[in-house]
Structures are given as C-alpha cells and as structure tokens.
C-alpha cells in the first residue's frame, strides 16, 4: 500500500487531527491539548471512524496523565475520570474501549506516574503504527478476494480518515486499485452526515480512484441490475457471533446483496471485535440528535414541528456476511462458526485476557 496523508498526529503534548467536519472544502487541523478537547473532537465528529477514534481516546488518556502528573493530581483517580469522559463520547465503536483498556493496562504496568506518562505517550504512538501494519493487511486480503475488473460499492468512510492510516474497506478499494484490479467504487452518500460524498469522494479524487457517487437509495437498484461484483463496508463492532454494527443503511446493502448473490464483505481490524458481546442485539446503538436529519447543510428541510429518529448505526446479522476481512485472515462463511478462530487469535494478542478459543475456518497469513 503506497503511503497515505496523515489525518492523525501525537507530538506527545497534543493531538492534532484534520476536522472531518469541515472536509472537503477545507482542510483544517484542530489541537487538542486536554482529554476534554480530545472528548469533544470525538463527539463531535471532527475525528471519526472506530480505528480513529480509538487512537484519538489512547491520546486522550496519554494527555490526561501528563496533566495529573503536571498538576500533581493522584494518577489513578485522573486515568479513572479521563476513562470516563471518553467512554461517554460515543458509544458504538468498540475500538473506543479497547483502546482505553490498552491505555489503562499501560499505567498500571508503569512503576511511577511519570513513568506512566511516557509510556502512555509512546502507546499512541504504537497504536498508530499497528493500525497501518493492520490496515496493509487489511488492504492485501481483500483485495485478493475481488475479480479483475471489480465493480465494488461502499458505503460511509473506512479511509485514512476513518483509521489515521490507510483504511479498512476503503483500504481494500485502494490496494485492488493499485494491483489495477479495480473498474469503478459506486460510493454511497451515507446521509446524514454525508461521509460518503464529503469524506470518501475526497479520498477517492485524492487517489485518483474512479468512483461514482449515489443517494444512499439508489444503492440496491444498482445491485440489482447487476452493476455491482462486491459490496465492501467497515465495522464499529462484531459480536461474538458474528452480527456487524456498522453505519445505519449498511443493514439495506446486505439483505439486498444476498438477495441478488453479490459478496457482502466486511473489512475490519481485531480491534473492532468484541467478544464480550455475545450478538448484535446486545450492541448499544449510538442516536444522534435531530438536526442531523432536519438540515441538510445549514438549511431546514422538514417542518417546525418534525419528530426524528436518527440511529447512526445499524446491525447486520452474521448469515448476511459472506466473509470478514481482517488484518490476520479472512473469516470465510459461515461466519458464525469461524469466527472463533478469530477471537483465539485476539486472545493470543491480548495476552490470553479473553481466554483461547478453539475453531477453524480462518484463513492464515
Ligand atoms: C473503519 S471504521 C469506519 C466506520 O465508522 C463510521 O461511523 P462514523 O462515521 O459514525 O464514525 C462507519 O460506521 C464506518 O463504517
């Protein structure tokens, strides 16, 4: 994978992030200084993205630290708070969590809070260099499970901007480009924050990658009239069992493309398995507030008086999955019974906290 433009920098006294909110028509880049800041970039969506967001919460713990030690505040109780304001933020994407977990298990292994500073300071700094191995990785598995000429569909971000490396799905649209696999990506708008057409289109045009944009709605019509070889998206979280939590609309794609026997792929890091949670029923489903669904920029669309419902998520049961692409393998179909494989070898990396699992169906390196 040809290198990528940074969305994501930690000098060790901040965390400087490109304002999703502000792309494309302008490329800005915000500092945040304090875990406050670093809460609010997250809540806001100026950083978004699971991967990108957990590396953002590793960031704000590593800043939280240095101001306990600074002010001479007791670390714990300064980690405990910091924890808790970012794990308010958002509340979908488990790589949030996981990240503060890696964060929290950092401190206690630091022999003094000073200690505890520069190690949480150079986690970050691990972290975004395992989300580029990941992503590479990511990029290269699927890239090899699509046809020559691949007609593939996305939907939301899952670029650079969505990891602060190089991308899960859109990963994999860049490395089957680069391989010259790739015919065309029909990019999805992904109302109602629009990261298909703001975020995606300007990835895309950045990489020189032919794409088309549609609605959101005429996603399934071009799957159904054969214009579409694969269906690629990313994950905030997989259940134990295999149900996918992704950008509300990700659920449509699925049913339609096993209707119409296209692939659904699914493209994301270890980070962004939970077993800890046993199905997608289980996953807590983020609501947005209403002026995402009544505006569409600045202006008003829907009358006075107008009553929304806007889940940013949505959750794909396991069956609809034909395979997950994932930095150590491909989990092939059925997912439900290979995935226990997968959380074998997240227990390996985690240093066995969740226990080995036995199973078969992974598709090693
Ligand atoms: C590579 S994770 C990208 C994932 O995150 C997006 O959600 P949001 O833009 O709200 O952070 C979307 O679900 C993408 O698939």
């Known amino acids: 994978m040809t290198e990528w433009f940074e969305s994501i920098k930690w000098d060790g006294e901040a965390l400087v992030l490109l304002d999703q909110t502000r792309l494309p028509h302008e490329e800005c880049w915000v500092r945040c200084a304090t875990v406050d800041e670093v809460a609010g970039a997250i809540s806001e969506m100026k950083v978004r993205g699971a991967p990108a967001i957990g590396l953002a919460a590793a960031a704000g713990m590593a800043l939280a630290a240095k101001e306990a030690v600074r002010s001479g505040r007791e670390l714990e109780a300064a980690l405990e708070q910091a924890c808790a304001t970012l794990a308010r933020t958002r509340p979908t994407a488990v790589n949030l969590f996981w990240a503060l977990d890696r964060a929290r298990e950092t401190a206690r292994s630091a022999p003094s ?8 300071s150079r986690l970050v700094d691990v972290l975004l260099e395992e989300q580029r191995e990941s ?11 699509l046809p020559d000429g691949a007609r593939v569909l996305t939907h939301c971000n899952t670029g650079a901007l969505a990891t602060g490396a190089y991308g899960t799905a859109l990963g994999v649209v860049r490395r089957a480009h680069e391989l010259g696999k790739l015919a065309l990506v029909y990019v999805d708008e992904s109302r ?3 990261q298909g057409a703001r975020l995606t289109a300007w990835e895309l045009l950045r990489a020189g990658v032919p794409f088309r944009l549609v609605v959101d709605a005429a996603a399934a019509s071009l799957i159904a009239r ?9 994950a905030d979280r997989i259940a134990a069992n295999g149900d996918v939590a992704n950008k ?8 339609a493309a096993r209707h119409f026997g296209v692939p659904f792929y699914v493209a994301a890091p270890l980070s962004t398995f939970d077993p800890g949670t046993p199905d997608g029923a289980s996953i807590r489903i983020e609501e947005r507030n209403a002026e995402e669904v009544l505006l ?3 202006e008003r669309v829907a009358p006075e008086g107008t009553v929304v419902l806007n889940p940013a998520f949505d959750v ?8 997950i692409i994932t930095d150590v393998g491909v989990v092939a179909s059925p997912v439900k019974e290979h995935i226990d494989a997968l959380l074998g070898e997240l227990a390996r990396r985690e240093g066995g ?7 078969a169906g992974i598709l090693p390196r």
């Open 135 to 145: 992503d590479r990785a990511i990029g290269d598995y699927g890239a090899a499970l």
């Open 248 to 255: 509300i609309g990700t659920l449509g794609l699925a049913v």
């Open 113 to 120: 809070a000073e200690e505890a500073v520069v190690r949480l």
């Open 296 to 298: 569409v920029g600045q």
């Open 192 to 194: 109602p924050r629009l």
């Open 353 to 359: 906290r969740l226990g080995a699992v036995q199973g």
């Open 316 to 323: 794909t049961p396991a069956e609809l999955v034909t395979a």
């Open 226 to 234: 054969g214009l579409v070889d694969a269906v690629i998206v990313g």
